[in-house]
């Protein structure tokens, strides 16, 4: 049995027990989903770079406020970890590291809060506090995975960089600007910010959706289907496809801690523009969400550093 199809029967013999013990609830405000990243969904045999991760959102709807513009308002609270690794350079005693990319496991804890506008209009305000170094048990969790699929020994450890605290702010906007009558084909702007100790960066993109769609404010692709309204919602699907130009000024995950002048993050330099591609595919009813998307990124570093690439899986429980 292939490690990609092992990771699936796992992440969902884990999930749907749970699902099912609370499947008879009225008021479906809130939500509990489980997201897996990892290299290996490409089926290519790929194990570098943002080689998992793995996060745990419980989402809430707040109550509309009569005769306000905002038409929805979601708080989303998120446990996460994230472990980046580096292949192994042949002539790296010349450039005086081992690995083109450095080992780092990044630990966080975030907040945020969407408000839903009646003009098509999402802005999402997010605060992270994150762990980068040993203490965020990058290298525990990679070797518990490989030796729970029987995978290869994980090395390079040794080469992590050091333990560093940082608190990051990131705001968010999205704006509709087209979709069509029959309700399945629309396209948006995206515009994101973050600023802080573990990243700084700029984000700019394209959302393009096709298929059963819900606007906005009322759609799984935003988190805006968790409403104060009782009964059951229409089925929801689709593919959607977002290219997005992100401006790099900081990842702490590459050079290290801000100002921690980290031996192992002076070594590389980081690449300051970045082309993304997301593709995917999401389906929804009244109860479940569930999907996948894989994520093409092009290089993070300079020199030798190759593409980022990786999928998603994910599985929503509305309750």
């Known amino acids: 049995m292939s490690v990609a199809l092992r990771s699936l029967l796992l992440l969902y013999g884990i999930i749907f027990p749970f699902f099912l013990v609370f499947g008879q609830v009225g008021l479906r405000n809130q939500e509990l989903s489980l997201q897996n990243d990892n290299d290996v969904y490409l089926l290519i045999g790929q194990d570098r770079y943002y080689t998992n991760g793995i996060n745990v959102n419980y989402r809430i709807a707040l109550p509309p406020r009569s005769g306000s513009e905002v038409s929805n308002t979601v708080l989303d609270f998120e446990l996460g970890q994230r472990i980046y690794n580096g292949i192994s350079m042949i002539d790296y005693r010349r450039q005086n590291k081992k690995y083109d990319r450095p080992f780092a496991g990044y630990l966080y804890l975030s907040a945020a809060g969407t408000r839903f506008l009646k003009s098509e209009q999402v802005v999402e305000l997010k605060v992270e506090l994150g ?67 573990n990243n700084t960066n700029v984000e700019a993109g394209i959302p393009i959706r096709a298929g059963r769609l ?106």
């Open 131 to 197: 762990q980068i170094g040993s203490r965020s048990y990058g290298e525990e969790a990679q070797k518990f995975i490989h030796h729970l699929f029987g995978m290869y020994e994980a090395t390079g450890w040794e080469t992590e960089l050091s333990n560093a605290f940082g608190v990051d702010l990131q705001v968010k906007y999205l704006k509709g600007i087209y979709r069509n009558q029959s309700q399945s084909f629309d396209l948006g702007v995206m515009g994101r910010g973050a600023l802080g100790m």
């Open 214 to 319: 819900k606007p906005y404010h009322a759609s799984t692709f935003t988190h805006g289907h968790l409403t104060q309204a009782r009964g059951k919602d229409e089925q929801e699907w689709y593919f959607v496809y977002q290219p997005s130009l992100v401006r790099v000024f900081y990842n702490s995950t590459i050079t290290g801690g801000l100002g921690k002048d980290d031996p192992i993050g002076e070594l590389y330099r980081i690449e300051p523009w970045m082309l993304s591609h997301r593709v995917g595919f999401s389906w929804s009813n009244h109860k479940v969400n569930y999907g996948i998307n894989y994520i093409f990124n092009s290089k993070e570093l300079k020199s030798i550093f190759h593409r980022h690439q990786y999928g998603q899986l994910f599985f929503a429980y509305r309750f």
